[in-house]
């Protein structure tokens, strides 16, 4: 089941002032049945089966406002948006049987003979300012700000069944049924402290820019962002009395420049190059210490608080000329990335398996080659002419250095990515 509904709108308040609204709502519901027959970690035959719905619903609102001021020297730009997610899991059922001289025989281990019911929610909303100062009709200065805020929340229990070695060798059906209560089945709740937590971010920002012609070919646009994380995000089930676990608190700030040269080598041609630093934060799943379990991969997937933001220094070179004066474009670009304590996704020791948590490396480093294409099928008949085809590809090389003089492609990266599509205006 999926329902989706958008309004967009555009309200022109008076000249020179213009409002954009925008809604999106969406809610589905995924109901699954899968059974999964192999060899696991211990060598042993085993068959897996669970039963799952999931409902996810999403509400964005969004309002984006642009006014001119002092007869059109100064733009304002500015904008606001809430987002509200949830994510309602009522009563997965896990059931593994391991194969025995006797045949097969209902596990007694975690994540056998459970029902799992979760709630996440997830509020987050931001606001930004940016004003662009006129200098002439070719240069301008910048100068804004924004403030982007988001909480989660998510908690689990988990309910397992107990039974006696004369049940666990029938077939599920026989030995699950209700009239086996108090007669070699029971159940008992094993929610842990791990299955739930809180957490929070607040991500503060400012910049500065010029935009400046030098000459009648050159441009040349600088400047300088700061942003400023802080973070919070600590276990907190509901259920357990004890002492709440200290939450793990967080505070990042950093300097990102970037500097961009644009020179038109023919009035169609132009050359760009650019270097610029970002940066990237782990997501709350990445940062939180709780357990899920990963049923495709049949691992337990677990945070890690003490994750550090990763900053990137960019490179680029790029080389593009218009076809024509709205969808033809050819360009080719060279690129390279450094990598400061990047993100990876490890396996860890975890009873007779692994589990995958996250880390940060050291360093890393990426580069390559971008091609991309925009073309108008005008050109094959005029009857075409509202139709245009576009593609890139990407092709990329990274590695990271493990120690003891050994290195590998960055955890996750393709090393090429290809986008093809066809449009019609």
Known sequence: LFIRGLLA???PLAEGHQVNALVLYTHSGESTASQVTGTDNSTSLIERTRLRFVERQLTFGQLVGKDNLARERIQLDWQGNVALV???EPDTRDLLRTMTPDGLVIDSGSGSSERLYS???ELTGGAGFGLTFRLGRLSSVQTGGALHASSRDYQTRRFHFDLSSALARMSPQEALDPTNAGQGLSLRETTVPT????ASRLVSSAY???DLAVGPKLR???????EHSA????LSSKLFMAAATPATERSDTALLPSLNAVYSVTGASNVRAALSSTVARANFREIAPALYYDYVRRRAVGGNANLEETRIDNADLRWETYLDQTTGILAASLFAKRFTRPIEQVLEAAGDGQNVSFLNADAAQSYGLELEARLSLRRLSPALAPLSVAGNLSLIRSSIDVGGGKERALQGQSPYVLNLGIGYE
């Not at 299955?195 to 809180?198: L, N």
């Not at 973070?231 to 600590?234: F, H, K, M, P, T």
């Open 9 to 11: 709108t555009s309200v």
């Open 86 to 88: 949830s994510q309602d």
């Open 119 to 121: 709630e996440l929610s």
């Open 195 to 198: 299955d739930g937590y809180t």
């Open 208 to 210: 500065a820019m010029a």
């Open 220 to 226: 040349l646009v600088g400047g300088l962002r700061v």
């Open 231 to 234: 973070l919070e995000v600590g």
